[in-house]
């Protein structure tokens, strides 16, 4: 299977910056999008950004101009770099990666849809 591992989050006063970095391990055969969405205390999980293997990239409204993402495809990490942070920033960040995976033991390969275990960023006003 495929694991993600999220770290970068924190504390930060509104204005701040902070990145986020997400690094997959396994038997990766191929990621195809991996994204970032976050969920806010209360509310429902939401797209932060998204970027695919040929490095179109997507941004919720609210991030829009501020928030980069991006990836290094030889360390099948993602980033995701977050400027002028608002205290409506604050939520969980979840990583995502969606591909496929070799099958141990065979030759054989299927899709995943992973998620990691969430970072905390929180910004003060």
């Known amino acids: 299977q495929v694991r993600l591992v999220e770290s970068g989050g924190g504390l930060v006063q509104a204005g701040g910056i902070l990145r986020l970095s997400c690094v997959a391990s396994?038997?990766?055969?191929?990621?195809?999008?991996m994204g970032w969405y976050r969920q806010a205390p209360g509310k429902q999980r939401e797209l932060a950004a998204t970027i695919t293997s040929d490095g179109r990239t997507n941004y919720a409204d609210s991030v829009k101009g501020r928030f980069t993402i991006s990836r290094d495809y030889a360390k099948n990490t993602v980033y995701l770099q977050m400027t002028s942070l608002k205290p409506e920033d604050t939520a969980v960040y979840y990583c995502?990666?969606?591909?496929?995976?070799?099958?141990?033991?065979?030759?054989?390969?299927?899709?995943?849809?992973?998620w990691g275990q969430g970072t905390q960023v929180t910004v003060s006003s």
């Open positions: 396994g038997s990766i055969f191929t990621i195809n999008a």
């Open positions: 995502s990666a969606e591909g496929s995976f070799l099958i141990f033991g065979t030759t054989n390969w299927a899709d995943f849809n992973s």
